[in-house]
């Protein structure tokens, strides 16, 4: 249960850090913030356009993705997430510095915080940017280790026995 809220609350965090950036989508006349998403992406609406990438649609975004969790007994619980970076950019030279924007929007905002929730930031953040890109969409991902709270088992004397 700790680490969804942990995903819940660091989804609700990065919309509200992220919501003044403007970054290009597919449409020209259109900027955005970057939207953020658990898991994955949202299924597609109509994922039949012929001739169409509707991938496209979603950018820009950063989606909150669950890796995995240790939990040393007694000692400590860091659990791992992954953030996927999307943006859109037909400069094929400079794409990639909105990409790296955010993520470094993301970083230094977590730096800040230090808290989400219950979990506080282990001080291990990792940032990389795509080798291979389908231009125009530029791709990033960041993993961001968390400790949560310590489960406490609890045990009588006559467990053992």
């Known amino acids: 249960m700790l680490n969804i809220n942990l995903i819940d609350d660091l989804v609700a965090f990065l919309n509200e850090a992220l919501k003044e950036m403007r970054l290009p989508t597919k449409d020209e006349n259109i900027v955005k913030a970057p939207t953020v998403y658990d898991g994955y992406l949202p299924p597609k609406k109509n994922p039949s356009r012929r001739g169409e990438d509707t991938e496209q649609d979603d950018f820009p975004y950063v989606i909150v993705r669950y890796l ?22 037909k400069d094929e030279q400079h794409g990639w510095r909105d990409n790296l924007n955010v993520m470094n929007k993301i970083k230094i905002s977590l730096g800040k915080k230090q808290v989400i929730g219950a979990a506080s ?12 890109h389908p231009k125009p969409m530029w791709h990033g991902v960041m993993e961001v280790q968390f400790e949560l709270p310590q489960v406490v088992w609890e045990r009588s004397v006559l467990d053992d026995y």
């Open 68 to 89: 995995g969790e240790e939990d040393q007994q007694y000692k400590e619980n860091v659990a791992t997430l992954r953030l996927l970076v999307g943006t859109f950019s």
């Open 121 to 132: 930031i282990t001080g291990t953040i990792s940032m990389a940017l795509f080798e291979e």
